[in-house]
């Protein structure tokens, strides 16, 4: 099972955000996608769950379905107003077993305490989801996430506005999963979480810049490309390469 990124360009108003990409994300692994800002990393995660479409080359699952894959966004990208209490987002991750009217069965409803209490959410449960402070919503959200049973976990830049208690109790969460077999591709960028959490790194400035073992991607040489890359001037029209 693997999420394979083949050639892939992505843009918005014809300037390439993401630029010939090539990637193999594999089952089991755990990829800190890293890179300055602007480099198209949240851009690549969502080609990768088909959000945005690609203006050249292709994103293959291969041996997935959509439900195999779980996929978290920005906080900004959520909206906390609506009436929901922490036990029914996180039971959200049941979407692709029970669909929008199915009931939550007794051993599904396990689950998600289970979820909750692996991410020290269980006594919230009955909370309003807009009564929670910023660490105690990401936690919720990766409950849902732990819910759904998915064997590729997507997180994007998981721990923006969120305080170093909960980051590293999610981080520990993270590596756990991974332990377990799960593969984790995260957009991150922390330079300190991505050496102490991840085997690997994807280094993106828009193109790629390198990929592999974090302690050889993340060195001087690779960085200076990636800060150089960012710099050069970008034609205005569409690549035509």
């Known amino acids: 099972m693997s999420i394979l990124l083949d050639n892939l ?3 918005y108003q014809r300037r390439p955000a993401v630029h010939h990409v090539d990637m193999a994300f594999e089952q089991g692994s ?3 996608v890293f890179g300055p800002n602007g480099a198209g990393k949240s851009t690549l995660l969502k080609a990768a769950m088909g959000l945005v479409k690609a203006d050249t080359g292709s994103v293959k699952w291969q041996g997935l379905q959509r439900r195999d894959i779980a996929y978290l966004p920005q906080q900004s990208d959520i909206d906390r107003s609506q009436p ?3 036990f029914e987002l996180a039971a959200m991750g049941l979407w692709y077993e029970i669909g929008f009217f199915g ?3 007794a051993p599904q409803r396990e689950r998600v305490r ?3 209490a692996r991410v020290q959410m269980a006594d919230f449960a009955d909370r309003q989801i807009a009564h929670l402070s910023n660490g105690q919503f990401q936690r919720v959200l ?3 996430m732990l819910a759904q049973n998915a064997k590729f976990l997507l997180l994007d830049e998981p721990f923006n506005a969120v305080d170093a208690h909960t980051t590293y109790a999610l981080l520990d969460v993270l590596r756990q999963c991974n332990r377990d077999g799960q593969a984790v591709i ?4 922390d330079y300190e979480q991505v050496r102490a959490y991840f085997a690997d790194t994807l280094l993106i400035a828009r193109e790629k810049i390198a990929a592999g ?3 050889k991607v993340l060195c001087d040489e690779y960085l200076q490309q990636a800060n150089d890359a960012m710099r050069r001037r970008q034609d205005a029209e569409w690549c035509a390469v």
């Open 103 to 105: 009931r939550v069965t």
């Open 213 to 215: 073992a974090t302690e």
């Open 30 to 32: 755990m990829w800190a």
């Open 84 to 86: 929901m209490s922490v």
């Open 9 to 11: 360009t992505v843009s």
């Open 114 to 116: 289970a979820a909750l």
């Open 186 to 189: 995260a957009v991150l960028h």
């Open 142 to 144: 990766l409950a849902r």
